[in-house]
């Protein structure tokens, strides 16, 4: 599976976007998909996550109730819609995928266990 995000820009605080990632490839219903962001200067971090049918979610704290994110398999696409947004959310967000199977979810929320990975997309929010 390759990946590749869209969908970042500028946009004021309080505002709403959406990210898009496309996958390209027969498998990607075999895998588990996450957001990951890196702000300037700072370690990339974990976002979102959601599992191979899309009914199991999982966010950061920081993310909770602000941001959603989905799946649609038979458009091999995954959303990351991102509502209410703070000036702290300005980042590079990637889209990230991996078909290993954990039995703790918790796995999931790092980084290194992922090996596929878009090319990022720059979200922009002005204060």
């Known amino acids: 599976v390759q990946l590749q995000a869209c969908g970042g820009g500028l946009v004021q605080a309080g505002g709403s976007l959406r990210l898009s990632c496309a996958a390209y490839g027969r498998t990607f219903n075999s895998y588990f998909m996450g957001w990951f962001r890196q702000a300037p200067g700072e370690e990339r971090e974990f976002v979102a996550a959601?599992?191979?049918?899309?009914?199991?979610?999982y966010y950061a704290d920081s993310v909770k109730g602000r941001f959603t994110i989905s799946r649609d398999n038979a458009k091999k696409l995954v959303y990351l819609q991102m509502n209410n947004l703070k000036p702290e959310d300005t980042a590079v967000y990637f889209c990230?995928?991996?078909?290993?199977?954990?039995?703790?979810?918790?796995?999931?929320?790092?980084?290194?266990?992922?090996?596929?990975w878009g090319q990022g997309t720059l979200v922009t929010v002005s204060s």
């Open positions: 990230a995928g991996t078909p290993r199977y954990y039995y703790s979810s918790t796995y999931y929320y790092t980084e290194e266990i992922y090996d596929t």
């Open positions: 959601v599992n191979w049918s899309g009914d199991s979610t």
